[in-house]
């Protein structure tokens, strides 16, 4: 006989995920127009962004610069780690989006925010640095085993860029650069997969990492030509911005960052999602 001075247990709600919309083909395109619009609408503040990341990217050049066996995975770690960063850039383009003011302030409110939030609220803002903390245990693991793998398979130490491209890419024998380029690809796949629709969605909704996480794979999976061709974008536009000695990022990351927003809000319809107050208290 049941303990009738026990409250029963509720019945678990059912993970929900917000519908995923219609796109065309060229969606991507548009994208990428858009965020070049918001970056041109507040360009000093949207390139300090790339700024940061073009210096941080030039550290990591200088003290890796003779160790190109761990420079290599740096800096492609490096960018898995990208959508975090690219936080206030979403921020950004919801106030531009809103009529809302952009200024320092918003940034400064969009950083330090978590530190006004519940931590055992499974959908509070606390979500984003869980899944920041994700991010960045991946980027570290690609580093490691980067970094390992070439380090015990060369035939010769990998010290600088020439040893790379001799030793590595065009070695006569052995599969190295192909198994190298494979395990990124394995690696790379589900974090593009994961991350594309988590960190917009985790900013502007009150959504927990699980639900963030299974929307971005649906996005993905639904429309797996545009988002490959998103995927193939930011890639390109990266490498141009790696290789112009990363001042190109200047330029690159906020327009991927802004438009990485518009890619979120013109896939995922949030209409039944409960809204995150990015610069106030949560309700």
Known sequence: MRNLSTPPTPPRAELYLPPILPLLKDQPMHWLALGFKDLARSPLLSMMHGLILALWGGLI???????????????????????????????????????????????????????????????????????????????????????????????????????????????????????????????????????VISMPLLLDRRVTVLQAVLTSWKAVLTHPFQMSLWAFLIMGFCLLGIGSLFMGLILVIPMLGHGSWHAYRQMVDVSNLGERLCTQGEA
Do not use: C
């Open 61 to 195: 050049t200088w003290l890796a610069h003779d160790r190109f066996w761990l420079l290599a995975g740096s800096l492609s770690g490096f960018m898995v780690i990208a959508p975090v960063l690219a936080t206030s850039l979403y921020a950004m383009s919801r106030a531009m989006e809103r009529g809302e003011k952009v200024d320092l302030q918003l940034l400064i409110n969009t950083w330090l925010q978590w530190q006004m939030r519940l931590r055992h609220e499974a959908d509070s803002y606390w979500s984003l640095i869980r899944f920041g903390l994700l991010l960045g245990l991946a980027a570290t693991g690609w580093v490691i085993t980067s970094a390992a793998l070439i380090t015990l398979l060369a035939p010769t130490p990998i010290l600088t860029p020439i040893d790379f491209m001799r030793h590595v890419v065009l070695a006569k024998e052995g599969y190295l650069f192909e198994i190298w380029l494979g395990l990124g690809a394995m690696m790379a796949v589900p974090i593009f997969a994961s991350s």
